[in-house]
């Protein structure tokens, strides 16, 4: 990399959206419904599947 | 019927070898340890985990058993002492250790081992019926080593009679029914497994069985009926190994992917459950077990570990410790497998892991389109490059490891890396665990040469909902971002292709007692 695209690499990362400035509004909400899944996946299973046994 | 107690516990006598070389042989003894004569009847001891034993390190060539005579197994005598003990008949308090080596070993060498004795590891047999196996670490299988397979093993070291001797493989224990049952064995072995690696204190399975919440069920605790998921997670979070748990019908979708549409069964034209279908278990798992981490799965009332995973052409093949089958089995496809579906996950990790494995992978996707974008506003071809191939290539691949900060700064340096970014990285501020993912070049990592493209650093501590990446390297410059918004560093580099942290880790043997901090 030159030294300005460096300098430009530090800019983009000193930025509250980093990279992520560069995706459009619908990129980021699909980026922010694919965040909450992970947090939804863990939420939800433990009140349905914590009952069941094993044995 | 359990051993007179005089043909366990004679204190004149050590131990004694074997030399097993036929079919007999070996089955001689199985009967008498596995009870195989009386398979079928009430009175069996379910013989399938030792008898497969046998039939890994028969096939590695053992050709000498030492019997190890009133071994005092750790785990045994913590069951023993709350619960063989106060029934009518007793068993003895005693274990018999088995050791398999590849060399002839006379019974008068044993106190003195040859120099390289083909040492293949050892199974401690409990005796009781019903569930003899104990701790075990055999070596894995031909086909499992030297890169076929990606394998949670451990060093174990063993001591014989003075003897010093290790033990390198996965760890197995199998059910008595009565005290332990599966919930138990197949949570023993991911604790087991953290506790060589020096990550928590060993403890016994009779702790363990008392950390399970007795309020949390109807059920009596002795003879065991069985274990509620939520009562083995009560377990985890005793062992400090508090898991990530996830629902088979409810798994997560990174960015870029869709959630896939569940088949109907054509007999009720209901969706099929999610365990029969749903092949976002294999990333889910393989994430967790490429780092060495057990992962535990639950189907129909059971409970298996999972310990490793190898590609068998477009196939993934999980390797399973099942306390009902033994070490090292291979399964077809979790679709069709005996206890099908499964339904939930369990990935015990220590207690500063925050951040789940496809949280960091999707949020790094994104993050590789968005620098794809940096790159084509800033002519900087080899990142547009890179985003795009990551996106659309099957040749290409983003893979992350969990690993300490001080083993991936160990590792580092002999990845083939500039020095100065080696440097800057081992300099950067860096929380105790952290995701590494990697993006590889498939057919050079297939041929075993440097593969990585570009890597992000990604702190486990941080949230799923927005993990903070602390380290990037892109094609031609690293970034590191200190924490409390410290100054960020850029450094150039020219190296366009390095080896896998994964496969350096590979190289340098199973996973030690680590220097890792929890």
Not at chain 1, 19 to 24: E, P, S, V
Not at chain 1, 35 to 44: E, L, M
Not at chain 2, 178 to 196: E, F, G, K, P
Not at chain 2, 229 to 241: C, K, T
Request: aromatic share 8%.
């Amino acid at each position: 990399m030159s030294t300005q695209q460096l300098q430009s690499m530090a800019d983009v990362g000193r930025t509250q959206l980093g990279a992520m400035q560069y995706l459009d509004a619908n990129e980021r909400r699909e980026l922010a419904e694919a965040q909450q899944s992970v947090v939804d996946a863990r939420r939800g299973a433990e009140a349905d599947e914590g009952h069941l046994r094993v044995h | 019927m359990a051993p007179a107690l005089q043909d366990w516990v004679s204190p004149s006598l050590a131990a004694w070898v074997k030399h097993p070389d036929t079919d007999a042989d070996w089955e001689s003894l199985l009967e008498e340890y596995g009870g195989a004569a009386l398979e079928g009847s009430p009175d069996a001891k379910r013989p399938e985990p030792l008898r497969r034993i046998f039939g890994l390190v028969r096939d590695q060539g053992c050709r000498t058993v030492v019997i190890e005579n009133r071994y005092i197994d750790l785990d045994w005598r913590s069951e023993y002492s709350v619960f063989w003990s106060r029934r009518f008949e007793l068993p003895p308090p005693f274990t018999r250790r088995l050791h398999f080596f590849t060399e002839i070993i006379a019974d008068d060498q044993i106190h003195s081992l040859p120099e390289a004795p083909g040492y293949l590891g050892y199974c401690v047999i409990r005796p009781i019926p019903w569930g003899p196996v104990g701790r075990t670490v055999i070596t894995p299988p031909h086909n499992m080593r030297d890169g076929k397979a990606v394998l949670a093993t451990v060093r174990d070291p063993v001591s014989l009679f003075g003897n010093d001797l290790v033990a390198e493989g996965v760890a197995f224990c199998q059910q008595d029914t009565q005290y332990l049952v599966c919930a138990h064995t197949s949570v023993w072995i991911a604790h087991y497994t953290a506790y060589r690696r020096g990550l928590v204190g060993r403890r016994s399975t009779a702790d363990l069985f008392e950390m399970v919440p007795k309020h949390l069920s109807h059920k009596r605790t002795h003879p065991s009926g069985g274990v509620s998921l939520l009562q083995m997670q009560a377990v985890f979070g005793g062992l400090e190994q508090p898991a990530i748990f996830y629902g088979i019908k409810n798994l997560p979708t990174p960015f870029g992917t869709k959630p896939p549409q569940a088949p109907l069964d054509p007999d009720t034209l209901k969706p099929k459950p999610a365990g029969l279908w749903d092949e976002r278990i294999f990333s889910v798992i393989c994430r967790y077990l490429s780092s060495g981490f057990p992962v535990i799965v639950a189907g129909e009332e059971h409970a298996l570990t999972l310990v490793g995973w190898r590609r068998d052409g477009e196939e993934i093949r999980f390797i399973a410790c099942d306390d009902q089958v033994g070490p090292y089995e291979e399964i077809d496809s979790p679709f069709t497998h005996y206890r099908a579906p499964w339904h939930s996950i369990f990935v015990p990790l220590p207690p500063r892991v925050l951040v789940a494995g496809e949280a960091a992978e999707s949020f790094v996707g994104a993050e590789l389109r968005g620098w794809g974008r940096w790159g084509e506003a800033n002519g900087d071809e080899h990142t547009v490059s890179l985003a795009h191939d990551a996106e659309h290539s099957p040749d290409t691949r983003l893979e992350c490891y969990l690993m300490a900060n001080a083993d991936y700064k160990r590792l580092v340096a002999q990845q083939g890396r500039d020095p100065s970014v080696v440097r800057q990285l081992r300099l950067a501020r860096l929380p105790h665990w952290v995701w590494v993912l990697e993006v590889q070049d498939v057919g050079r990592r297939q041929r075993g040469q440097p593969c990585v493209r570009a890597e992000f650093v990604c702190d486990t501590s941080s949230h799923d909902r927005s993990p903070r990446i602390a380290t990037r390297t892109l094609p031609g410059g690293v970034m590191t971002s200190p924490p409390d918004g410290g100054p960020i560093e850029t450094a150039p580099h020219d190296t366009p292709y390095w080896t896998s942290i994964a496969d350096v880790r590979e190289a340098s043997g199973p996973f030690a007692a680590g220097t890792a901090p929890r």
